[in-house]
């Protein structure tokens, strides 16, 4: 990735962007590509003026050949149905340049092959964009549904596992292109691979992201003083770290513990669940974690 700052948000702009950049001036294609970044920096664009509109933060943009990724500040505070059109609004505008070429342009210029060309790259990254492939714009459309439905983290996993099988599934048709037709078709293989590396990177990041997400909630709870409560109960062999999982970004968890036969253990706050896992690590049981708990309070 080659990395800068422009206005304190960081672009990243990945390799595969260079070898692309050199074909095309070596093969005289120069406005085709200024078309295509131009095309690009517009999706990328519509996010950013989305996300403005919920007050949230861009923290940074990532680029590359068919669309780029803009990450949020506090991303998981953001409203799922916030999510859903922050996401969109990528492919949105890709899909309004081509009904504004269909309307406009198409009595003057449907003979002409920019004009085809810029339909063309409207429409693969439109539709490309759309794919449940985290973390496209697709991909996160389809883990805010799904955080309706469970927690962020179970979510952000779901996508991944979905993500996986589309990239392998695009590579097996990249090999059979490549040897039925021509090697052009090697393109396809190598933006599998990426797409494949992506997706693993969400999954490997997603439990920073809810560790800090939740820290954060705890800092707000001390600064309002007061936040809505959500109750959870569990059987005391279910891993700590697996109950963030469900936890919510906007409200704040008591969780009641059982054993197996249904008997109460113990009532834990979400805060004494997180500095004990800070301390022992996400696999430990809740009722390690109770345990744990009473015994400090007995030292005191």
Known sequence: MMTFKV??????????????????????LTIELIMLLCIVFAHELAHCFAAK???VRIMEIEIFPLGGVV???????????????????????????????FVILNKTYYSNSTYNIFLIMNLSIG????????????GRIFRALLTYMCGFKE????????????????????IYM????????????????????????EKKTVNYLMFREVLMKKTMLIEKG????????VVDSVKAGEIIGRFSSKKYHLVTVLDSEGKLLAHITES?????????GGNITIRGVAEIIHNEKQLI
């Open 7 to 28: 206005y304190d948000v960081n672009i990243k702009i990945a390799l595969l962007l260079v070898p692309m950049i050199l074909l095309s001036i070596f093969m005289n």
């Open 53 to 55: 509109l919920f007050n």
């Open 71 to 101: 990450k949020m500040e506090n991303e998981l505070s953001l409203d799922p149905f916030k999510e859903i059109i922050v996401a969109f609004a990528g492919p949105a505008i890709n899909f309004i340049m081509i009904l504004f070429a």
């Open 127 to 138: 539709v490309f964009n759309c794919l449940p492939i985290i973390p496209l714009d697709g």
């Open 155 to 174: 979510a952000t996993l779901i996508a991944v596992k979905l993500g996986k099988i589309i990239a392998v599934f695009i590579f097996l048709i990249g």
């Open 178 to 201: 490549t040897i039925m037709y021509e090697v052009e078709y090697l393109y396809v293989i190598v933006l599998s691979l990426f797409l494949y590396r992506t997706t693993n990177c």
């Open 226 to 233: 007061i936040m809505n409560a959500k109750h959870l109960t």
């Open 272 to 280: 004494e669940i997180l500095n004990t896992i800070s301390k022992y």
